[in-house]
Protein backbone atom coordinates (compact mmCIF):
# COMPACT_ATOMS: atom_id res chain seq x y z
CA UNK A 1 0.00 0.00 0.00
CA UNK A 2 1.14 3.19 -0.97
CA UNK A 3 0.79 6.61 1.03
CA UNK A 4 -1.79 7.76 -1.78
CA UNK A 5 -3.50 3.99 -1.57
CA UNK A 6 -3.70 4.86 2.58
CA UNK A 7 -4.68 7.90 2.43
CA UNK A 8 -7.69 7.02 0.39
CA UNK A 9 -8.36 4.18 2.45
CA UNK A 10 -8.55 6.67 5.69
CA UNK A 11 -10.63 9.16 3.36
CA UNK A 12 -13.50 6.38 2.67
CA UNK A 13 -13.51 4.89 6.61
CA UNK A 14 -12.97 8.17 8.18
CA UNK A 15 -16.08 9.69 5.94
CA UNK A 16 -13.85 12.62 5.28
CA UNK A 17 -11.97 14.60 2.34
CA UNK A 18 -8.27 13.13 0.83
CA UNK A 19 -6.87 16.16 2.14
CA UNK A 20 -8.53 16.10 5.57
CA UNK A 21 -6.98 12.58 5.54
CA UNK A 22 -3.32 14.16 4.37
CA UNK A 23 -3.67 16.38 6.72
CA UNK A 24 -4.02 13.81 9.55
CA UNK A 25 -1.47 11.34 8.32
CA UNK A 26 0.90 14.20 7.75
CA UNK A 27 0.06 15.19 11.62
CA UNK A 28 0.52 11.80 13.28
CA UNK A 29 3.79 11.20 11.48
CA UNK A 30 4.61 14.36 11.88
CA UNK A 31 4.44 14.11 16.06
CA UNK A 32 5.62 10.43 15.89
CA UNK A 33 8.97 11.73 14.29
CA UNK A 34 9.32 14.72 16.88
CA UNK A 35 8.60 12.34 19.91
CA UNK A 36 11.53 9.97 18.74
CA UNK A 37 13.86 12.48 17.88
CA UNK A 38 13.66 13.86 21.51
CA UNK A 39 13.96 10.31 22.53
CA UNK A 40 10.44 9.34 23.84
CA UNK A 41 8.98 5.59 22.83
CA UNK A 42 5.60 5.74 20.89
CA UNK A 43 3.64 3.38 22.26
CA UNK A 44 0.36 2.59 20.19
CA UNK A 45 -1.80 0.02 21.65
CA UNK A 46 -2.88 -2.90 19.70
CA UNK A 47 -0.03 -1.91 16.59
CA UNK A 48 3.37 -1.61 18.49
CA UNK A 49 6.09 1.03 19.83
CA UNK A 50 8.53 3.08 17.30
CA UNK A 51 11.86 3.40 19.30
CA UNK A 52 15.48 4.55 18.72
CA UNK A 53 18.47 1.97 18.81
CA UNK A 54 21.41 3.23 19.17
CA UNK A 55 24.12 1.27 17.57
CA UNK A 56 27.98 1.22 18.24
CA UNK A 57 30.61 1.69 16.38
CA UNK A 58 32.28 -1.35 14.84
CA UNK A 59 35.14 -2.09 12.82
CA UNK A 60 34.32 -3.48 9.58
CA UNK A 61 35.48 -4.43 5.47
CA UNK A 62 35.13 -2.72 2.78
CA UNK A 63 33.36 -5.25 0.58
CA UNK A 64 35.32 -3.51 -2.49
CA UNK A 65 38.61 -3.41 -1.77
CA UNK A 66 39.03 -5.89 1.49
CA UNK A 67 40.41 -3.41 3.97
CA UNK A 68 38.98 -2.85 7.27
CA UNK A 69 37.03 0.14 8.14
CA UNK A 70 35.28 1.67 11.20
CA UNK A 71 31.53 1.91 11.04
CA UNK A 72 30.64 4.91 12.58
CA UNK A 73 27.94 4.77 16.13
CA UNK A 74 24.46 5.92 14.92
CA UNK A 75 20.87 5.77 16.01
CA UNK A 76 18.58 4.02 13.92
CA UNK A 77 14.58 3.74 14.25
CA UNK A 78 12.95 0.63 14.82
CA UNK A 79 9.34 -0.22 15.74
CA UNK A 80 8.08 -3.46 17.69
CA UNK A 81 5.13 -5.08 16.75
CA UNK A 82 2.49 -5.35 19.41
CA UNK A 83 1.38 -9.21 20.51
CA UNK A 84 -2.83 -7.98 19.14
CA UNK A 85 -0.97 -6.90 15.28
CA UNK A 86 1.24 -10.56 15.12
CA UNK A 87 -2.03 -12.27 16.09
CA UNK A 88 -4.11 -10.70 13.49
CA UNK A 89 -1.41 -11.11 10.79
CA UNK A 90 -1.01 -14.17 11.72
CA UNK A 91 -4.99 -15.51 11.81
CA UNK A 92 -4.92 -13.84 7.93
CA UNK A 93 -2.27 -15.65 6.87
CA UNK A 94 -4.03 -19.24 8.19
CA UNK A 95 -7.05 -18.08 6.84
CA UNK A 96 -5.40 -17.75 3.37
CA UNK A 97 -3.70 -21.15 3.91
CA UNK A 98 -6.95 -23.08 4.54
CA UNK A 99 -8.85 -22.12 1.32
Known sequence: MTKIELITA??????????????????????????????????????????????????????RTGKPMTTPAKKAPAFRASKNLKEAVNQKDTAKKKK
Open 10 to 63: LAQKGNCTRKEADDALELVTSVIIESLIAGEKVHLTGLGTFEIHERKAKETKNP
